[in-house]
């Protein structure tokens, strides 16, 4: 495949993998990690969720644009990319998760 197709390819796998954060945190709907709290408590982990990705935002933000640069110049690989975006992804939602817990815990 061409250039172009593996930086669209990286780019959508960024945009969706961010969105999915992003709604995971919107209210109403009750979705992980907050489902596993009592219903009394719900509202409050998403407030902390919502908070938790917008405070981790500009950090995803600036990993890929360190990505893109790095394909660009052809230090990394499409599939390296790929792979390196996808740990990146669960890495850092295993953190916040992690944060949320605490957070939750002092309430």
């Known amino acids: 495949m061409n250039q172009s197709w593996w930086n669209l390819t990286a ?10 954060v992003s709604l995971a945190a919107a209210p109403p709907a009750v979705t992980p990690p907050c489902d596993k709290y009592p219903p009394a408590k719900q509202s409050r982990c998403a407030e902390i969720w919502k908070e ?3 405070e981790d935002g500009p950090l995803v933000a600036q990993f890929g644009l360190d990505q893109q640069k790095r394909r660009e110049e052809g ?3 499409a599939q390296q990319h790929l792979g390196e975006n996808m740990a990146f992804i669960k890495q850092s939602t295993e953190k ?6 605490e957070r939750m815990a002092k309430d």
């Open 96 to 101: 916040r998760i992690e944060r949320l817990k």
């Open 11 to 20: 780019v959508i796998v960024c945009v969706t993998g961010m969105a999915s």
């Open 52 to 54: 938790l990705n917008q």
């Open 75 to 77: 230090k990394i690989t």
